[in-house]
């Protein structure tokens, strides 16, 4: 993965000295040092429902919760859930435990007042009802009220993971859901198995100028472009990627690091780890197979650009939209 989806604020870093051996206040890393934090209402990273894990193996807590024909549910196929869905709004539509179709059960929480929610991933109503659809979370995402959001994105990670991670890793048999949902064991080996969350980085580059660095991926349409963006390789720090990705992508060599912030991203299963990072040099060489162009931009270079139509950014849900808006200073369009 390179240049995707993201947003941001930048905050002010205080560099710790890099390569000096063990690290103390800070990892330090190839000459990279991590400052943070910064970044908030990230339109998938919010949430307001307690999620009750001292409750996911309380049989009867479990048992009482799903007769209560007052507990709610959302059902996901396919990473899409039912939803009611203006321009300007959207609200999860759910059923009662006793509308909800057979399939791998969660729970997702509880409110103060006692209200339980539940995930099913299992298939959608064929006939909704007026006004309510199927829709995905990046859709729908934004639109949802914090409670909503939250408990979307945790049942469709969840559902994602389900309908994927069936069989045990170790010796291949049918694993069965535990902890309401939150784990898997094999019934041969007893071996447990954790919802798997892939982490990726997304980095804003800016040179001395305060100019941003821009890509565009070899894959994606002409005009589209975002900030750097990659998967976090096996036994490396999400700092360390920064600064590879970076490097391969771009030739451009990062000091200063600062984390941002991060969004989950279950499309299928990736977390996004938002960073700022200070360019050592500015001549970009681009790695022809990932990225087809990166170029430089200034504030007024990029609005002009979108303007003129010459480039498109990341719609506002990403994590990348808000980064690149946070460095521009305001609101700027987002059109994928
Ligand atoms: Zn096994």
């Not at 009482?64 to 024909?69: E, I, K, L, S």
């Amino acid at each position: 993965m390179s240049a995707a989806s993201a947003q941001d604020d930048a905050v002010p870093a205080t560099t710790v000295p890099a390569s000096t051996g063990r690290a103390t206040t800070g990892p330090a890393s190839q000459g990279v040092t991590l400052t943070g934090p910064a970044l908030s209402g990230l339109a998938l990273a919010r949430g307001e429902v307690d999620r009750a894990a001292h409750l996911r193996a309380d049989a009867d807590w479990l048992k009482a919760a799903w007769t209560d024909p007052a507990t709610r549910v959302i059902v996901v196929e396919r990473g899409q859930a039912l939803c009611e869905l203006t321009d300007q709004h959207a609200a999860l539509a759910f059923v009662a435990p006793g509308e909800a179709p057979d399939g791998v059960r969660f729970l997702l929480g509880v409110e103060s007042d006692g209200l339980a929610y539940f995930g099913v991933a299992g298939p959608l109503p064929e006939q909704p009802g007026p006004g309510v659809r199927p829709a995905y979370l990046r859709e729908a995402g934004p639109l949802l009220s914090d409670r909503d959001a939250g408990l979307l994105t945790h049942a469709v990670a969840l559902a994602n993971w389900h309908e994927t991670f069936t069989h045990c890793p170790r010796c291949g048999s049918p694993t069965d859901p535990i902890a309401s949902g939150h784990s898997r064991k094999c019934p041969v080996d007893g071996s447990e198995h954790f919802p798997r969350v892939d982490p990726a980085m997304i980095v804003l580059v800016t040179d001395p100028a305060d100019r941003a660095l821009l890509a565009r991926n070899a894959q994606w349409p002409e005009r589209r472009v975002s900030i750097l963006a990659g998967f976090v390789e096996a036994g490396e720090s999400a700092e360390q990627a920064v600064a590879r990705e970076v490097a391969e992508e771009t030739g451009i060599t990062v000091r200063a690091v600062t984390y941002l912030g991060s969004q989950p991203w279950p499309m299928p299963q990736s977390l996004m780890l938002g960073f700022r990072a200070a360019a050592a040099n500015t001549d970009i060489n681009v790695d022809a197979d990932e990225i087809a162009e990166a170029n430089w931009y200034s504030r007024d270079e990029l609005a002009a650009a979108i303007a003129a139509g010459i480039i498109r950014l990341p719609p506002p849900v990403s994590i990348a939209h808000r980064i690149i808006e946070t460095w521009y200073g305001s609101e700027l369009p987002g059109s994928w």
